[in-house]
């Protein structure tokens, strides 16, 4: 059953070794290099790429047909003395109904911030920080939440292209990638309907995936 839902972003939280997922999820994954087009050819083949507003709203869609009534839910905002309650009504309602849609059980792939930074000279590559991505969609903000990131990310690069951003990180320059994350909805707690905490009014939408796995990209 729904948890009313606390959103705080950390910053980025820190994350390190392989990770395909199943019983204990490894965090040292190989760091590809390839156009973003090509993105769908080194993920599971049975998968959905969720990183565009499209591919999202279609997701959102399938699962709960329509967005809600964000207006009518917010109301007179968080000082509201119904907010909360409309809030929690709103998530248990649209639990019960998405029980069964064939999209409830759909393997899902988005995409995390991430940030290549200490260089870990005994595995030859880069701790990797990560931070979540928001879509902007006619559901409102979503942002995926992924149960169980690991917690110490590292991405490893071929030897020629260490070498170019070992010398980046000593200039001080900041090297940017992309984290795909692979899984599938949690049955309990499958998508989180709350308000953002940065724009007054603004719907945002969380789905809840545990994750499956996880790969490390420099997208072109």
């Not at 009518?72 to 929690?88: C, E, I, M, N, T």
């Not at 870990?120 to 880069?126: P, Y």
Request: aromatic share 8%; glycine share 8%.
């Amino acid at each position: 059953m729904w948890k009313p839902a606390i959103l705080a972003i950390l910053g980025f939280m820190a994350a390190g070794p392989s990770i395909v997922f199943g019983q204990e999820a490894g965090s040292t994954r190989p760091l590809l290099v390839l156009d973003r087009e090509h993105l769908s050819s080194v993920l599971p083949s049975d998968t959905h790429l969720l990183v565009e507003a499209d591919a999202i709203e279609q997701f959102l869609d399938q699962l709960d047909g329509a967005p809600p009534d964000w207006a009518a839910v917010y109301g007179q905002g968080h000082h509201d003395p119904g907010h909360d309650d409309r809030l929690f009504a709103l998530n248990r309602e649209r639990d019960e109904k998405r029980v069964g849609k064939p999209a409830f059980r759909w393997k899902v792939t988005f995409l995390w911030s991430g940030e290549l930074s200490r260089y870990d000279q005994k595995a030859s590559g880069f701790s990797v920080a990560v931070g979540p991505k928001f879509h902007s969609t006619r559901w409102g903000l979503v942002r995926f939440k992924p149960e169980n990131l690991p917690a110490n990310l590292m991405a490893i690069p071929n030897p020629r292209l260490r070498e170019t951003l070992r010398r980046k990180l000593d200039q001080g320059q900041k090297i940017e990638i992309e984290v795909a994350v692979t899984g599938r909805l949690i049955p309990e707690e499958s998508l989180v309907y709350d308000f953002s905490h940065e724009e007054e009014g603004k719907g945002l939408v969380m789905p809840v995936v545990r994750i499956e796995r996880v790969d490390c990209l420099m997208l072109k």
